[in-house]
C-alpha cells in the first residue's frame, strides 16, 4: 500500500471517499470506521423501533431505551447512553447524522478512534444527566410533568463544539436555510449557536415552545468545548495509553511506536515500510499522537513520492 492509497494523506476527497477503484458504499465504509459505524447504528436502530412500534404498538420500543428519571429510578440505567441511539422522527435522525458525520470527521481523523469516543460517548453521556437535572428542576420548581428524551443530539453538539474551538478560525461557508451562503469563524459560529440554544431554553421557560432538549444540547456543547482545549494542551494523551487485552508481561516493553528511526529517504522499500508504520499509527491514535520526526518523514515522503 503506498502513502497516496491512505485518505488521510491528500488521496481522497476529505470525507473518507478512496482515491481510486471500489464502489461507492465500499468505499464508505473502508475509512473512518468508528464514524460511520455509529451512523449505522443510529440509522438501524431507527428503523428496528419503527418496526417494532408497527408490531408491537408505538412507544414500545422506546420505553425501554429512551432516558427520564423514573426510568432511571427502576434500574434502567443503560438508557443514559442507549437513548443517543434513538429517534423522535425521520427530520430528527437526518438532521443528527448530517452533524455527526460532517462534525465528526475533522474531529476522529485528528483524535484517533479512542479519544473520539470517548468524546462521542462523553457528549451523549453529560447531555443526558444535565437534561435530567433540568427535568427534574421543571417538576419542582414549574410543576411540569416528568418527561423523557432521545436523540443524539448532545453528542452531535459535543463533535460540533469540539471543531469549532479547536479550528477556531478556519472560515467555514454554510447555506443558511439551504440557500443563503455565509462565511463565519467557526469559534463565532460557536458563541452564535450556544446563544441561540440559551434563548430557547429562557423562552421554553417562560412562555413554553417546542420540545426540544435545549439542556442536553448545551451539556454536550459544554464537553466538546472542554475536551478540545484539553486536547490543545495535550491532557487528553493518557487515553491512549489505555490498551485491552494486553498481558502483564508486556509491560516493560517498547512497542513499535516508542522507537525512533532513522529512515534512508532514497530507499523506496525502506522509506515505504515506515511511512505505512507512521500511517497505520495515525489510523489508531490520531495525528495528534506523531511526533515531531515522524511528521517530517511525511512530510519528506510526500515530497519524494509525488
Not at 500500500?1 to 494523506?9: A, G, K, P, T, V
Not at 481523523?109 to 469516543?117: A, E, Q, V
Request: hydrophobic content about 50%.
Amino acid at each position: 500500500m503506498s502513502i497516496y492509497d491512505r485518505n488521510y494523506m491528500g488521496g481522497s476527497d476529505g470525507f473518507g471517499s478512496p482515491r481510486r477503484g471500489g464502489s461507492p458504499l465500499k468505499g464508505f465504509f473502508a475509512t473512518d470506521t468508528a464514524l460511520k459505524a455509529l451512523i449505522a447504528i443510529n440509522i438501524a436502530v431507527f428503523f428496528i423501533g419503527a418496526v417494532v412500534d408497527r408490531i408491537f404498538g408505538v412507544g414500545v420500543f422506546h420505553s425501554w431505551f429512551e432516558l427520564s428519571l423514573p426510568d432511571i429510578l427502576k434500574g434502567k440505567v443503560w438508557t443514559i447512553v442507549t437513548y443517543s441511539f434513538m429517534h423522535a422522527s425521520l427530520a430528527h435522525i437526518t438532521l443528527n447524522m448530517l452533524v455527526i458525520y460532517f462534525m465528526g470527521l475533522p474531529a476522529l481523523r485528528w483524535l484517533g478512534t479512542r479519544k473520539f469516543l470517548v468524546l462521542y460517548f462523553a457528549g451523549a453521556i453529560v447531555g443526558g444527566l444535565v437534561w435530567l437535572l433540568s427535568d427534574v428542576a421543571n417538576y419542582y420548581i414549574f410543576s411540569e410533568p416528568i418527561s423523557a428524551v432521545v436523540g443524539a443530539s448532545a453528542a452531535a453538539a459535543a463533535l460540533f463544539a469540539f471543531f469549532c474551538a479547536f479550528y477556531p478560525d478556519r472560515p467555514m461557508t454554510f447555506l443558511l436555510f439551504f440557500v443563503f451562503p455565509i462565511t463565519m469563524r467557526p469559534i463565532t459560529m460557536l458563541k452564535v449557536v450556544a446563544g441561540l440554544e440559551v434563548l430557547g431554553l429562557l423562552y421554553g421557560i417562560t412562555v413554553g415552545g417546542p420540545n426540544i432538549a435545549y439542556t442536553a444540547h448545551l451539556g454536550g456543547l459544554a464537553v466538546g468545548y472542554m475536551y478540545a482545549r484539553a486536547e490543545a494542551r495535550g491532557r487528553l494523551d493518557f487515553i491512549n495509553s489505555f490498551s485491552l487485552g494486553k498481558i502483564s508481561s508486556d509491560k516493560g516493553k517498547k512497542s513499535a511506536d516508542q522507537y525512533r528511526f532513522k529512515v534512508n529517504i532514497t530507499n523506496p522499500d525502506e522509506l515505504k515500510g515506515e511511512v505505512d508504520r507512521i500511517l497505520d499509527k495515525i489510523n489508531r491514535k490520531g495525528f495528534s499522537a506523531l511526533t515531531d520526526d515522524e511528521r517530517e518523514t511525511l512530510r519528506r515522503a510526500k515530497e519524494y513520492l509525488k
